[in-house]
DNA sequence: TTTTTGACTTTTCAATCAAATGAGTCAGAA
DNA sequence: TTCTGACTCATTTGATTGAAAAGTCAAAAA
């Protein structure tokens, strides 16, 4: 595929993604998509194998528009407390942006979309790990946090936040945009409530 | 309904609850119960309304047991990390306990069951929540934790370990006992975390 | 050679309906 | 008061099918 190939592909993936997020995955065709690109829908198998495909490469590239976003805010943090609730704020943006998309909210089996898919959940859950066991250890270098396993600990407030947006997938009726905001609210206040007890601040060992 | 009736109330209850527990609600059919017991079927609708009565009762009796158990083991708690362990302690023993039942895995329509229902499950949460700012203003007042929000901070942990309850749903396949421990192991992990700021032992004002 | 498409086949899904199963009623027996 | 046999009604299940969407391919267009 050449240059103009890539460009065309990321028009398509535009394109889905506006669908996606405005209608859900499973209610949007395949025709659809080409129809608001004026081609015809086999030229969407030229670039992916298909539909699944197609889905996959959405979601690479969002959760990496997220990533990139989280690091973003995270090297400008100025403090630990400011980089945890970054997290939050992306979140919580992205959920706003992609709305319906917002992965797997819509009835979308997981393993069938690509076994790849779970790979690139699993790759972008390490990421965050990653990037937040580095602001904890900067924390605890300038002595804003109290020595700990930073590893562990990430993984475990990981856990927790993302046990908390599973709770908007309950909900039966339509996500309402502002509703999402109740959620996020919470996971700050948990985040402060965590990290009072990481901090070093009236820490004496 | 003589003292007699409220005998045979309770073992139509302990029979549904055996059905329900193994098979899950919606696999189990009044018939079976019926003839688990060795009586008619109408005799069922002379004891409850309907099957949603049947199981509005069967949701009030665990959910009792579980609150009875809960409080019992927090009087014998020396310390308020012990009583907050055992509220998991106490989850982990129930949800094994009652499996599939493990209210709403099966696939039941809340709001169908009974107005009533969500009440019984409003008062659950509200008992919780009473018991647990009890803990905490008893460790507030022995010195163990510092002064705070104990109603507020009860219902931020206790809506963090549901959330985290919630995760065991998500799985699709058949609940496996040896399962759930893991998902109980984090919670504890989670709330030793969370307890940490809370605490006074190192706290200065 | 790369990209695109019209015309096609195959798959999937939602609507329909009949049969079966389970929920729920009732008159009357114990 | 407690219980049941014989019923009705409602819901669920499975088969059928028609339509819509996914996916293929040979050949045209660029």
């Given amino acids: 595929?050449?240059?103009e190939g890539l460009v065309k592909q990321e028009h398509i993936l535009e394109a889905a993604i506006k669908r996606f997020s405005h209608f859900g995955i499973s209610k949007t065709t395949l025709t659809e998509i080409a129809e608001d690109l004026a081609i015809s829908k086999p030229s969407l198998f030229y670039y992916f194998t298909d539909k699944n495909g197609l889905i996959a490469e959405v979601a690479k590239k969002i959760?990496?528009?997220f990533l990139e976003k989280f690091e973003?805010?995270?090297q400008s943090s100025s403090s630990v407390e400011a980089g945890l609730l970054s997290l939050v704020e992306v979140k919580r943006n992205h959920f706003k942006k992609y709305?319906?998309?917002?992965?797997?909210a819509d009835g979308v089996d997981q393993l069938k979309v690509s076994n790849n898919l779970s790979e690139v959940y699993?790759?972008?859950r390490k990421k965050t790990i990653s990037l937040m066991s580095c602001l904890f250890k900067k924390g605890?270098?300038?002595?804003?946090?109290k020595p700990?396993?930073?590893?562990?600990?990430?993984?475990l407030i990981i856990d927790?936040?993302?046990?908390?947006?599973?709770c908007m997938k309950d909900k039966r009726f339509i996500p309402n945009i502002n509703d999402f905001d109740a959620f996020f609210n919470k996971q700050e206040e948990v985040l402060k409530m965590l990290l009072n007890g990481l901090k070093s601040n009236t820490w004496k060992n």
């Fill in 1 to 3: 595929m050449k240059p």
């Fill in 63 to 65: 959760i990496n528009e």
């Fill in 72 to 74: 973003n805010k995270l």
């Fill in 99 to 104: 709305f319906l998309l917002a992965i797997q």
């Fill in 122 to 124: 699993g790759e972008a």
């Fill in 140 to 145: 605890i270098e300038q002595g804003e946090l």
């Fill in 148 to 155: 700990m396993e930073v590893e562990r600990t990430s993984v």
């Fill in 160 to 166: 927790v936040l993302s046990s908390l947006d599973g």
